[in-house]
């Protein structure tokens, strides 16, 4: 595992989104909309439903937006028209585009070998996928990216705050305590800048993802992390006859992930979890995939699949993007 000495960072210091120059071309903030003819009234309906930024209205259809108690299809027309003056969601250049990769933060892993395999750590603007077995090391790595998010970005860190959804309650402060004295930080500070929620339902996650709209928008947050994902999709969606309507409910979460990840560009880290598959075959040893099907498959840019090793050994396997193996 890698480590820091401690006075290599002195204190933890996570700059004030009024400071962060780099930050202005991410998003625009919704009040500019006030700008171009939109009254504030409703400015502060989209507010209230969830929508902090013109980049993140784009990201609704006029149907959702009509849906918005107070908003009628005229308003919303009107709305959308000065969005699309604000933000250019239209074609670029392919070096327009590399120029907005150059955004792309990664965040270590705490694991040299792991960090080698993702090409530096967990990268902004998409969502990495951790599948395992219990105990297989995926809410660990989740308690030390909680951690490693937080150093300065010349030192493999995101600079910014985190947000954890916990539907399964595995989150434990107390871990986060020795991650920060290993990394030669402030466990206090640490624990001050995640943020914590736990979901019960399916859609108390969703409302959950909803919210973080408004605290993104104001300060500086560089990973969010759901564990797991599909939990409670499992225990409130049962038998076949209601398959259909639990993929689509899971298509719109991981859809207002990925939403998340570009809009604010944080890191999205969520953890899965495994089946038994009949349909493995008797040459397979340990006949096991990720939950959640296709459409979770595809949502995940990059799939971890984690197991036990010998002893305390954990294996980790790259399973989209390209085979490849790490052990710590």
Sequence with gaps: MQAFKSEEIS???IMEREELEDEEDLFEAIDKLTSHGINAGDVKKLQDAGIYTCNGLMMHTK???TGIKGLSEAKVDKICEAAEKIVNFGYITGSDALLRRKAVVRITTGSQALDELLGGGIETLQITEAFGEFRSGKTQLAHTLCVSTQLPTNMKGGNGKVAYIDTEGTFRPDRIVPIAERFGMDAGAVLDNIIYARAYTYEHQYNLLLGLAAKMSEEPFRLLIVDSVIALFRVDFTGRGELAERQQKLAQMLSR?????????????MTNQVIADPGGGVFISDPKKPAGGHVLAHAATVRLMFRKGKGEQRVCKITAGGIADAKD
Excluded: D, G, P
């Design 257 to 269: 992930l990925t939403k998340i990840a570009e809009e604010f560009n944080v890191a999205v880290y």
């Design 11 to 13: 204190q933890l210091q």
């Design 63 to 65: 149907k959702n937006l």
